[in-house]
């Protein structure tokens, strides 16, 4: 694998620093140490867990340099808890590991349960979640290669003072990307292309103070997109809601917010369909922005349970067991703040006409009048698949001038092709997001229908049914028989005259 390849024609487009591109390459490389005994797609659960110990540890170390430094070197000082964002206790620092000279895989798995024990409240399972990862076995990693891994990680610093919480952070999301490059298991559901995201969260516009969820989170990207957009403001600390269902994937998501500087942010684990875990006196907890790139077309999701769900997600229907798109906009409407609350959402493009069930739970999501925008993308912009995806965004306040309408924005063909698959760059969805704010008709781009258009094609939103298209110049037919035979005699002369050369070459004989 050439590291320098990897992110040439990286499918992540926004501006990457060279420090960012640098430490991407430094934690890829670490890969390579354990390429062998270990499967690339078990990467992820030795390289990240080891990344986030030695992030804990350089920002430690940093901590405690300012306290000494503030209390004229009092050490017993600079160990306080105040002083710093995480406990670590005796013999779990990175610098106790590194001094390990045998049983080094011992030392690690001590070390990171010794953190998780110290912070119960902040850490708990961010380690322990990677229970894949058999650092002790030494017939798989020996001494000698983790030594190798360890030095390798030492050789950089890590700590806020060495590497932004984005540059850190965004050169983390690279190395997530490529582990989802390498086990194409779920690399769909593993990562959203960051200009999708942002875009996301362009059409919410979060303010600081109001709360953001993400029933699907995945490795966190949404949330902090949205406290980016907030400018990490200190309103947004406790005020940022995640739930993800699968154990590992809802640590990495903990290291990611992390790891970018947020704050007092609540991420859990648990199947949000059958089991949200945000509630508020038995009812679904309710927040002003709700964000998700949900599963495509989730199989045995739990439509019996759905269909006398206690907490009413069901209100338009139960979509069949066989897809639980529906059941996840219904999910996203239900917890919406009924004044404030805004909804963005990628849904395949099925949702816009697939009939029986779906289209009953459509039309009433018409009626609704909280649709104020459908965008449908291009195919192949989401990461390892070709499924064509759409976003909807849904509005409990919307405008005075949009009630009763929706903006349906044709973005299949604003994109940038790439080698390996198409990309939305920062230019084109701050196209889109300009013909959402505009809103108003673009001839084969935009369209803004009433309710009542809707009503009049069977509640279909098929973007297309409804686009203008630019009028075609009519040829009249005489014109198009002059063309084809003047295009027929060209080409019968040029035959005559290549004949007459391969003659005269004596290439061909009569």
């Given at each position: 694998?050439?590291?320098?390849?990897?992110?040439?024609?990286?499918?992540?487009?926004?501006?990457?620093?060279?420090?960012?591109?640098?430490?991407?390459?430094?934690?890829?490389?670490?890969?390579?140490?354990?390429?062998?005994?270990?499967?690339?797609?078990?990467?992820?659960?030795?390289?990240?867990?080891?990344?986030?110990?030695?992030?804990?540890?350089?920002?430690?170390?940093?901590?405690?340099?300012?306290?000494?430094?503030?209390?004229?070197?009092?050490?017993?000082?600079?160990?306080?808890?105040?002083?710093?964002?995480?406990?670590?206790?005796?013999?779990?620092?990175?610098?106790?590991?590194?001094?390990?000279?045998?049983?080094?895989?011992?030392?690690?798995?001590?070390?990171?349960?010794?953190?998780?024990?110290?912070?119960?409240?902040?850490?708990?399972?961010?380690?322990?979640?990677?229970?894949?990862?058999?650092?002790?076995?030494?017939?798989?990693?020996?001494?000698?290669?983790?030594?190798?891994?360890?030095?390798?990680?030492?050789?950089?610093?890590?700590?806020?003072?060495?590497?932004?919480?984005?540059?850190?952070?965004?050169?983390?999301?690279?190395?997530?990307?490529?582990?989802?490059?390498?086990?194409?298991?779920?690399?769909?559901?593993?990562?959203?292309?960051?200009?999708?995201?942002?875009?996301?969260?362009?059409?919410?516009?979060?303010?600081?103070?109001?709360?953001?969820?993400?029933?699907?989170?995945?490795?966190?990207?949404?949330?902090?997109?949205?406290?980016?957009?907030?400018?990490?403001?200190?309103?947004?600390?406790?005020?940022?809601?995640?739930?993800?269902?699968?154990?590992?994937?809802?640590?990495?998501?903990?290291?990611?917010?992390?790891l970018h500087g947020a704050m007092d942010f609540k991420v859990t684990k648990g199947d949000t369909l059958r089991s949200p875990n945000y509630l508020e006196r038995g009812s679904l907890q309710t927040f002003d922005c709700v964000v998700a790139n949900p599963p495509f077309s989730l199989k045995n999701w739990g439509a019996e349970q759905f269909n006398s769900d206690i907490y009413g997600r069901n209100m338009w229907g139960s979509p069949t067991d066989s897809n639980g798109d529906f059941a996840w906009l219904q999910h996203m409407v239900k917890s919406m703040n009924p004044k404030t609350g805004r909804c963005a959402v990628v849904l395949p493009q099925g949702v816009l006409f697939r009939t029986g069930k779906e289209?009953?739970?459509?039309?009433?999501?018409?009626?609704?009048?909280?649709?104020?925008?459908?965008?449908?993308?291009?195919?192949?912009?989401?990461?390892?698949?070709?499924?064509?995806?759409?976003?909807?965004?849904?509005?409990?306040?919307?405008?005075?001038?949009?009630?009763?309408?929706?903006?349906?924005?044709?973005?299949?063909?604003?994109?940038?092709?790439?080698?390996?698959?198409?990309?939305?760059?920062?230019?084109?969805?701050?196209?889109?997001?300009?013909?959402?704010?505009?809103?108003?008709?673009?001839?084969?781009?935009?369209?803004?229908?009433?309710?009542?258009?809707?009503?009049?094609?069977?509640?279909?939103?098929?973007?297309?049914?409804?686009?203008?298209?630019?009028?075609?110049?009519?040829?009249?037919?005489?014109?198009?028989?002059?063309?084809?035979?003047?295009?027929?005699?060209?080409?019968?002369?040029?035959?005559?005259?290549?004949?007459?050369?391969?003659?005269?070459?004596?290439?061909?004989?009569?």
């Open positions: 694998m050439d590291v320098t390849d990897l992110e040439l024609n990286v499918s992540t487009v926004h501006p990457e620093e060279t420090t960012s591109q640098e430490l991407f390459a430094h934690l890829f490389e670490a890969c390579n140490i354990l390429r062998g005994p270990i499967n690339q797609d078990e990467y992820k659960i030795y390289v990240i867990p080891i990344l986030f110990f030695k992030r804990i540890s350089d920002v430690y170390d940093e901590e405690t340099q300012l306290a000494l430094e503030a209390s004229g070197g009092d050490e017993e000082f600079a160990g306080f808890a105040e002083n710093h964002r995480f406990v670590i206790p005796e013999g779990c620092h990175w610098q106790d590991v590194r001094e390990t000279s045998e049983n080094i895989g011992v030392a690690i798995v001590s070390a990171m349960n010794g953190i998780e024990r110290a912070n119960p409240d902040t850490l708990s399972g961010v380690f322990s979640n990677f229970d894949d990862a058999n650092w002790t076995d030494k017939t798989t990693l020996s001494d000698e290669r983790l030594k190798n891994l360890i030095e390798h990680m030492s050789k950089l610093k890590i700590g806020n003072n060495n590497y932004s919480a984005d540059v850190m952070g965004d050169s983390y999301e690279f190395l997530i990307k490529k582990f989802a490059d390498l086990s194409k298991k779920n690399a769909g559901e593993f990562y959203t292309p960051r200009s999708i995201v942002k875009l996301l969260i362009m059409l919410l516009a979060p303010k600081a103070g109001e709360t953001v969820y993400d029933p699907a989170c995945g490795t966190g990207g949404m949330l902090i997109e949205a406290i980016r957009y907030m400018h990490n403001d200190k309103l947004t600390y406790g005020r940022i809601y995640g739930q993800e269902n699968n154990l590992t994937t809802s640590a990495i998501a903990r290291m990611n917010l992390f289209g009953e739970i459509r039309r009433q999501l018409v009626e609704s009048d909280k649709l104020e925008a459908i965008i449908t993308l291009a195919s192949g912009v989401f990461y390892s698949t070709g499924v064509s995806a759409c976003i909807l965004f849904l509005n409990n306040n919307k405008a005075a001038s949009h009630r009763g309408r929706i903006c349906m924005i044709n973005a299949s063909g604003i994109y940038t092709p790439q080698r390996a698959q198409n990309i939305m760059t920062e230019t084109d969805i701050q196209t889109v997001f300009d013909y959402y704010t505009a809103y108003e008709d673009v001839t084969e781009k935009v369209k803004i229908v009433t309710i009542a258009d809707i009503r009049e094609k069977d509640y279909s939103l098929a973007i297309n049914n409804y686009i203008e298209k630019k009028e075609e110049e009519t040829i009249p037919p005489e014109e198009i028989r002059r063309q084809y035979f003047e295009a027929y005699y060209e080409m019968v002369e040029a035959e005559t005259r290549m004949r007459e050369l391969l003659l005269k070459g004596g290439y061909i004989s009569e």
